[in-house]
Each structure stands twice: as C-alpha cells, then as structure tokens.
C-alpha cells in the first residue's frame, strides 16, 4: 500500500471506531508510538503494546459524545489528520474535548511511528 492508501484507510476505520482493527492492519510489528510530554509512559513500542494502549483509552471512556477525524494531508512518506472527540471519562463530571495533531510514519507499507500532540488532560480523581 502507498502511504496515500494506508492514510485513507486508517482514516476510514477510525471514522468508524475500528481503532483496533486500524493498528492490526497498518502498523508495523515494530510501531513506535510518541505521546507528548508528561505523559506516562510516553514512548511505547510494539504491536501489542499499542493495541492495548487503545484498549486502556476505550475503558477510560464513560460516553464519546463526538468523533471528526479530519481527511489526511500526505508527503512522501508521511501524514497527519486531525481527531477530534468530545468524551465523558470515568471520574471526571463533566464532558471534554481531546483535540490532536497524529503525525505518522511509513515504511515498507506499514506505519512504524505515529507521534500525538495534544495538551494533557487532568486526570481523574481517585475516591
């Protein structure tokens, strides 16, 4: 797949909430993945690794109230898309906006970065 098709592809399962899917079919068993600074464990690597750093978001979230993904923008080998959600988190009592920036890399027909930017939320508080 060019990075185009793979761009378009992962863009198509998120719109749909197969964010699973999107990493088991895209990305390298190898991926590096790049949160921004200050949050915890803020590189992470491996397929599996990452497929349940998505699992650990979804259990996070009570309600996604909204989801745009915005369309790719390509070059060379790389893109990048915007996400933008409105969610309910588990422990905080009202609705917030997780706006990012994913930028990612391809190489040989799999992603093997993605970097998220982002200003990190508050975190909920424990009981």
Do not use: W
Not at 20 to 42: D, F, H, K, Y
Not at 58 to 63: G, P, S, T, V
Request: proline letters at 7%.
């Amino acid at each position: 797949m060019t990075t185009q098709e793979i761009a378009n592809r992962l863009v198509e399962l998120c719109r749909e909430g197969k964010n699973e899917q999107a990493t088991r079919e895209l990305c390298s068993p190898n991926i590096i993945s790049i949160e921004p600074e200050g949050v915890p464990n803020r590189i992470q690597s491996g397929l599996e690794v990452i497929v349940q750093k998505g699992k650990d978001f979804e259990a996070r979230l009570e309600r996604m109230n909204s989801n745009v993904i915005t369309d790719p923008l390509v070059a060379d080998n790389f893109f990048s898309c915007a996400m933008l959600m409105n969610v309910n988190l588990k422990g905080v009592p009202h609705p917030v906006d997780l706006n990012e920036i994913c930028v990612y890399t391809v190489a040989e027909g799999k992603i093997v970065r993605e970097e998220f930017f982002y200003s990190p939320q508050p975190q909920p508080q424990e009981a």
